[in-house]
């Protein structure tokens, strides 16, 4: 849970209650192990009761809105998220949690903020990965792009992270930085399709040799086997040319700057 309470013990018989025992916190407890019995509607059921003794029971509270989770009553979650949050804004997991159940509702700003808000009190990077894809999908790129440079200055691991930024360089006609991108990428994952784009960029730049490479590496891959086999054909028959590595006297089809990627982008 990432919350926790620390009773302590004052004077008085050696079985005397302790603050677990008291209704709000037995309930929750209750509620928890029904949770862990994955038994959603019953801890549900009973961290309600813990709040209804307890309102201000940021424990139980948060606990509802898993059970919800679990369930996919997104709506109920969010309100319960939304509710640990109000109470302890220094929440990651609630804040973090909240994003999650609002963007399952497809209530893009609100998860926004939820996830900005989390990203404050915990700079991770698997969520700042989940908040610029959502951002990608609701169409604001621009947003999305801050995010994924800041996983790429940390040099992230993420693939998807770099063949997403070789995909927009590659969309401004950035070829320098869509050819490091999809490089990366490539590099971290062997996959035919990242291969096969590292080999589309590196063509556009005349860079032969270099995109030989990269299709003879995405040839190894099934899915992009008879597409590749057929630019590396394409490519070897340029390099026939005087100036290896420059424009070639017949360009390579589609390789032209400006004009569509070679036979297929994927």
């Given at each position: 849970m990432g919350l926790a309470f620390c009773a302590i013990a004052t004077a008085g018989t050696a079985g005397a209650q302790g603050i677990w025992d008291d209704p709000a916190f037995a309930l929750y407890r209750q509620a928890v192990e029904a949770m862990d019995r994955k038994d959603y509607a019953k801890a549900s059921e009973l961290s309600g009761q813990a709040i209804a003794q307890q309102p201000t029971h940021v424990l139980a509270h948060y606990l509802r809105g898993q059970a919800a989770m679990f369930q996919s009553r997104w709506e109920d979650a969010a309100t319960a998220f939304a509710k640990a949050a109000e109470i302890y804004p220094g929440s990651f997991a609630a804040q973090r949690d909240l994003g999650g159940a609002l963007e399952q509702l497809n209530r893009v700003d609100d998860a926004t903020r939820a996830y900005e808000a989390a990203l404050i009190l915990r700079d991770q990077d698997d969520l700042r990965l989940r908040l610029a894809f959502l951002l990608l999908k609701a169409g604001q790129q621009p947003r999305a792009l801050t995010h994924l440079q800041t996983l790429a200055d940390r040099d992230t691991k993420t693939?998807?992270?770099?063949?997403?930024?070789?995909?927009?360089?590659?969309?401004?006609?950035?070829?320098?930085?869509a050819e490091k991108a999809f490089t990366r990428a490539a590099t971290l994952r062997d996959d035919g399709r990242a291969w096969f784009n590292v080999g589309v960029v590196r063509t556009r730049l005349n860079d032969l040799p270099g995109a030989l490479?990269?299709?003879?590496?995405?040839?190894?891959?099934?899915?992009?086997?008879?597409?590749?086999?057929?630019?590396?054909?394409?490519?070897?028959?340029?390099?026939?040319?005087?100036?290896?590595?420059?424009?070639?006297?017949?360009?390579?089809?589609?390789?032209?700057?400006?004009?569509?990627?070679?036979?297929?982008?994927?």
């Amino acid at each position: 849970m990432g919350l926790a309470f620390c009773a302590i013990a004052t004077a008085g018989t050696a079985g005397a209650q302790g603050i677990w025992d008291d209704p709000a916190f037995a309930l929750y407890r209750q509620a928890v192990e029904a949770m862990d019995r994955k038994d959603y509607a019953k801890a549900s059921e009973l961290s309600g009761q813990a709040i209804a003794q307890q309102p201000t029971h940021v424990l139980a509270h948060y606990l509802r809105g898993q059970a919800a989770m679990f369930q996919s009553r997104w709506e109920d979650a969010a309100t319960a998220f939304a509710k640990a949050a109000e109470i302890y804004p220094g929440s990651f997991a609630a804040q973090r949690d909240l994003g999650g159940a609002l963007e399952q509702l497809n209530r893009v700003d609100d998860a926004t903020r939820a996830y900005e808000a989390a990203l404050i009190l915990r700079d991770q990077d698997d969520l700042r990965l989940r908040l610029a894809f959502l951002l990608l999908k609701a169409g604001q790129q621009p947003r999305a792009l801050t995010h994924l440079q800041t996983l790429a200055d940390r040099d992230t691991k993420t693939p998807e992270v770099w063949s997403t930024l070789g995909r927009l360089a590659y969309e401004k006609n950035d070829l320098a930085g869509a050819e490091k991108a999809f490089t990366r990428a490539a590099t971290l994952r062997d996959d035919g399709r990242a291969w096969f784009n590292v080999g589309v960029v590196r063509t556009r730049l005349n860079d032969l040799p270099g995109a030989l490479q990269a299709y003879e590496k995405a040839a190894q891959h099934g899915e992009t086997r008879e597409p590749a086999q057929k630019e590396v054909a394409k490519v070897r028959e340029a390099m026939k040319g005087p100036s290896t590595g420059t424009a070639p006297d017949r360009a390579v089809p589609g390789s032209a700057p400006g004009q569509p990627v070679p036979t297929r982008r994927y």
